[in-house]
């Protein structure tokens, strides 16, 4: 993880981080140069304007140094962008990574507690577009940037509109989209030819919710070029009926931990060759929540994707 | 005589439990304790005891305030003590109002400028009108209570249905229509609560107008309609009644469960008085219960909330089961 990072608000940090370079580099006006462009730089870039995702210009007048993330991926592209110590309070699904564990939790989307996020006294709130009361955030006079990733191209639009908020160079945001893109793409080169011949039924829930080519998980098997069983037509994530998957005939099942025990019991399944020949990976709870959040860790989330699609080819039919 | 000197003193306890709550509740909270008659220290305390504890403890007494007196209006008018506020409709059609704002505002038309200016609020006060509105048309008007009645179950059931359809076309209308349907006085607002408090006064006096009439219709339609009293005009005032007090509190606070329901029994079980006096008292009582629940809802698990309407259910749903089973319990004991 990008851990340590220096932040460019802070003349201190940036000192001591180019003053490393420069021991490195022996160069002695080296340092300075870079610093004094730095903090020029810094100094003209105090406010901002950003576009949340109701295409309103929210302007962030300096960098931000409070910030509360109600939205797990939101949290988690804070921390990718190495802006992890800035967070002071996180929404109490956020899990990842580590070091945001300590944080008070200031409750849920469906439930966030005003007052406890107004005592923090942040100075920017992330939250989805379906949060309640970020209206009412907003009109206690706190800043408010609603952003809710949902596709590939939303979570590198998030990426650079977080980045932008917080103050960090675009240098940033698109080295980390580069990381995360190479993640992706690793995993897609490492399918065999037999594995991309699949066709796929992912199931996000045990509703049961599955998701479609048009969700950014389909978007990522997309590019792994193996067939969906549920088209885009049908919703990012569609409830499935049954007869549908049966009628489908999927080659591997994806699903998380919340539907192994109803699985096996669904009528009609145990006629899927799929569940006869155990070509189905189920995910355990951290791997699904990796996996259903658009936002930094996609990567690691195509990854078991290509694992599993992988060991389901390597799985004779 | 003595009978109004009870109720007067019954309205002066319940009122003085709902101040006493709601001063409770701007000194209560998920951050703690503050002391809102000394001067807060610093700027952030001041804000939370003022712009969001005190809003919000006032809304619940308000809100309930609301919800009680349209439950003791329905109960009266449907001579049913099953009926509660949300009975024609309004509740599901407050739910359909927030699927639709949620799911058009997920779509692609954010420039449609005038929903965004309706707010969330507007879109469920919209949607509760609109449902009582259509109740009304299927019952062809007021005149016959259980036809009002069936529609309103009815309409309910088919915008429920509705709703239910919007949430899984798309599933992020979901989360937050859970929110609503739990019912939370968290978001409420200053310029909410001069909303609630002039529903409030507008129902309570139109309310009062016609108490006399509710208290012919416990004798029975005919012998009402034998007295001379203006039942059309009492059923249609008061049907809007219902709908406008609920449209308001539900707008604001969600479909809190129970008070509704609760409050008019309650106060039935603390004194027998005319309606011009039940009514009151079944708004001060819906007040003070929804303000002492949300009092909990804060503490109980601080730092973390529940939402109020969770709690009004654990316990307006206990409360209930309670009676049910000592009138039962004395029913039977009567009967050996």
């Not at chain 1, 420069?22 to 903090?39: H, M, T, Y």
């Not at chain 2, 079944?282 to 909330?305: I, K, T």
Request: glycine share 10%.
């Amino acid at each position: 993880m990008p851990d340590g990072r220096w932040t460019t608000f802070m003349p201190m940090r940036v000192f001591q981080a180019t003053g490393l370079r420069g021991q490195r580099s022996a160069g002695g006006l080296k340092p300075l140069v870079v610093f004094l462009a730095l903090w020029l730089w810094s100094a003209w870039a105090q406010a901002v304007t950003v576009q949340d995702d109701r295409q309103q210009a929210i302007e962030i007048a300096k960098a931000p140094q409070r910030i509360v993330s109600l939205l797990p991926s939101l949290t988690e592209t804070v921390c990718a962008l190495g802006a992890c110590q800035r967070l002071v309070g996180v929404d109490r699904y956020s899990n990842w990574p580590a070091s945001q564990a300590h944080l008070p939790r200031v409750g849920g989307g469906i439930d966030p507690n005003i007052e406890s996020i107004v005592a923090l006294k942040p100075d920017l709130v992330l939250a989805a577009g379906s949060t309640r009361g970020a209206d009412r955030l907003q009109a206690l006079g706190l800043t408010v940037l609603r952003l809710e990733p949902r596709t590939h191209a939303d979570a590198q639009r998030v990426l650079r509109t977080v980045g932008k908020a917080l103050g960090l160079p675009a240098a940033d945001s698109e080295r980390v989209w580069r990381e995360i893109e190479a993640g992706v793409q690793a995993a897609v080169q490492s399918l065999s030819p037999q594995a991309r011949q699949q066709r796929v039924y992912f199931e996000v829930s045990a509703g049961p919710y599955g998701a479609s080519e048009a969700s950014f998980i389909g978007e990522t098997l997309m590019r792994m070029g193996v067939a969906n069983i549920l088209p885009a037509a049908m919703g990012p994530f569609p409830q499935v009926n049954p007869e549908f998957v049966v009628r489908a005939q999927p080659d591997v099942i994806m699903a998380g931990d919340s539907s192994r025990a109803s699985m096996a019991q669904r009528s009609g399944w145990s006629a899927l060759r799929a569940m006869q020949a155990q070509r189905i990976c189920v995910f355990a709870q951290a791997e699904s929540d990796l996996l259903v959040r658009a936002g930094p860790r996609m990567a690691e989330g195509a990854r078991l994707m290509a694992d599993c699609l992988n060991k389901a080819a390597g799985v004779g039919r | 005589m003595s009978d109004q000197t009870h109720a007067l003193r019954v309205a002066a306890l319940l009122l003085l439990i709902g101040v006493a709550t709601v001063l409770l509740g701007t000194a209560a909270g998920s951050q703690g304790w503050h002391n809102w008659w000394s001067v807060p220290a610093d700027a952030v305390s001041r804000q939370i005891v003022w712009d969001i504890r005190l809003p919000r403890s006032l809304g619940a007494w308000l809100g309930g305030g609301l919800l009680g007196l349209a439950g003791a209006v329905a109960q009266g008018l449907f001579r049913n003590p099953l009926a509660d506020p949300y009975l024609l409709g309004s509740a599901s059609g407050a739910s359909l109002g927030v699927g639709a704002y949620w799911s058009w505002l997920g779509g692609s038309a954010w420039t449609l400028s005038a929903w965004m200016g309706l707010g969330l609020t507007g879109a469920a006060f919209v949607g509760a009108v609109l449902a009582v509105i259509l109740t009304l048309l299927l019952a062809r008007g007021v005149q016959q209570t259980l036809r009002l009645l069936l529609a309103g179950v009815v309409v309910g059931v088919v915008l429920g249905a509705l709703t239910s359809m919007l949430s899984l076309l798309q599933p992020q209308v979901l989360q937050a229509m859970q929110g609503f349907m739990l019912g939370s006085t968290a978001f409420v607002s200053w310029s909410a609560c001069i909303t609630m408090a002039c529903a409030w006064l507008v129902c309570m006096a139109l309310a009062w107008t016609f108490a006399r009439v509710l208290d012919a219709l416990t004798l029975g339609e005919s012998t009402a309609q034998s007295l001379g009293v203006p039942l059309r005009l009492a059923r249609l005032v008061l049907v809007g009644v219902i709908s406008l007090a609920t449209g308001a509190a539900v707008a604001h606070i969600g479909l809190v469960a129970f008070v509704g329901l609760a409050a008019p029994h309650v106060v039935r079980s603390l004194l027998r008085c005319t309606h011009a006096w039940s009514l009151l008292l079944a708004a001060l009582m819906g007040g003070a219960l929804l303000s002492l629940a949300d009092v909990l809802a804060r503490v109980l698990f601080a730092p973390q909330e529940l939402p109020v309407g969770v709690l009004t259910a654990v316990i307006g749903g206990g409360y209930l089961l309670w009676r049910v089973y000592r009138d039962t319990y004395r029913g039977a004991g009567g009967g050996r």
